[in-house]
């Protein structure tokens, strides 16, 4: 069955660094999107990604974040200057060209800004 | 904007045991979708079940199933004969039935489910 692969599964960097955490949808899928999870609390949605562009954004995604889907298969999440508070589980999700399927999320990357 | 308000931040139950969670929404369109995802300690959300707004049939996946009130903005899960690999923490999420709305998720804040051997 096709999944969504993210990696690193972990990245521990220092504040002030940039990361970049990767994903690779589903290949038939048409919409793409970043959500996190700090410990404990609920998912929160920070990006939808459709037709090559930014579809919508939450408040959360700030200019220190972007998105790109490079070569038309990965799909990735760059924080150019990590704070403490971004510490959390991010989720890379797709959903099929009708969203009624649900997302299929990946695993996760488990982000620690020390 | 939508919400959904999960009331019971955890509960337990005993292995074989039937158990039913709640979930409340708030929204002011007709066309939505609502999933119910389980979240493992592994920490991956995994999609348990759906519900399209305009099926009055509720949704059913072998010992999963929902009762959807569509009036009461209401969408319970009830997890039949409970088994331990159940634990885990269970989401409540909306989507909007609409390519503009991108069918992003708004979530709630999770049920911790424990099943007790």
């Known amino acids: 069955e096709p999944e969504v692969t993210q990696t690193p599964s972990h990245q521990v960097t220092q504040m002030g660094q940039e990361v970049i955490l990767r994903c690779v949808p589903i290949?038939?899928?048409?919409?793409f999107y970043w959500y996190r999870q700090i410990l404990g609390q609920k998912v929160e949605f920070l990006v939808s990604?459709?037709?090559?562009?930014?579809?919508?954004k939450s408040e959360i995604f700030d200019d220190q974040f972007s998105v790109e889907r490079p070569d038309g298969s990965n799909f990735t999440l760059k924080i150019r200057s990590t704070k403490l508070e971004d510490s959390a589980m991010y989720f890379c999700?797709?959903?099929?060209?009708?969203?009624?399927?649900?997302?299929?999320f990946g695993q996760g990357t488990r982000l620690t800004v020390v | 904007a939508q919400t959904v308000t999960q009331s019971q931040p955890e509960m337990s139950v005993q292995e074989a045991e039937t158990v039913t969670l709640s979930c409340t929404y708030d929204t002011s369109e007709n066309n939505y979708y609502l999933f119910w995802y389980k979240q493992p300690p592994s920490r991956q959300m995994i999609l348990v079940i759906r519900?399209?707004?305009?099926?009055?049939q509720n949704a059913t996946e072998n010992r999963f199933s929902v009762n959807f009130q569509k009036a009461a903005k209401s969408f319970s899960l009830k997890i039949s004969d409970s088994q331990l690999g159940d634990t885990a923490m269970y989401f409540c999420a909306f989507s909007l039935n609409s390519g503009g709305s991108n069918y992003k998720l708004t979530f709630g804040k999770g049920t911790l489910l424990t099943v007790n051997p």
């Open positions: 519900q399209e707004a305009y099926k009055q």
């Open positions: 999700a797709s959903n099929p060209r009708t969203g009624g399927a649900g997302a299929f």
């Open positions: 990604f459709y037709n090559n562009e930014i579809s919508e």
């Open positions: 290949s038939n899928h048409l919409y």
